[in-house]
């Protein structure tokens, strides 16, 4: 599976950006798509999750802020992201979690940065 992601940039706080992520490859494995964000000296944690089923989950920081969803005719996940705050600043990486065989291995965009000024 291979994740390429578009979007992100400069915003000032209170504005929107979205991100985009397509997936090729072994696609039809893929049971999960999800962004995480890693900011300078922090661990990489979950932004907002969707699975094949459309179900979604939201770290509590972005809930009612960020939206994520999916087009599977073009293989591709959305990250809508209003309302931005400066703590929203970091590198967002593309994240799909598929089955190689009967284990679940994690695969990786390249990451985009997003910075959010005050």
């Known amino acids: 599976v291979e994740l390429v992601e578009s979007g992100g940039g400069l915003v000032q706080a209170g504005g929107s950006l979205r991100l985009d992520c397509t997936a090729s490859?072994?696609?039809?494995?893929?049971?999960?798509m999800g962004w995480y964000r890693q900011a300078p000296g922090d661990q990489r944690d979950l932004v907002a999750a969707?699975?094949?089923?459309?179900?979604?989950n939201y770290a509590d920081s972005v809930q009612g802020r960020f939206t994520i969803s999916r087009n599977d005719l073009k293989n591709t996940v959305y990250l809508q992201m209003n309302s931005l705050k400066p703590e929203d600043t970091a590198v967002y990486y593309c994240n799909a979690v598929a089955y190689s065989g009967t284990t679940p291995v994690h695969y990786w965009g390249q990451g985009t940065q997003v910075t959010v000024s005050s």
């Open positions: 490859g072994n696609i039809d494995r893929i049971i999960t």
């Open positions: 969707i699975t094949r089923g459309a179900g979604t």
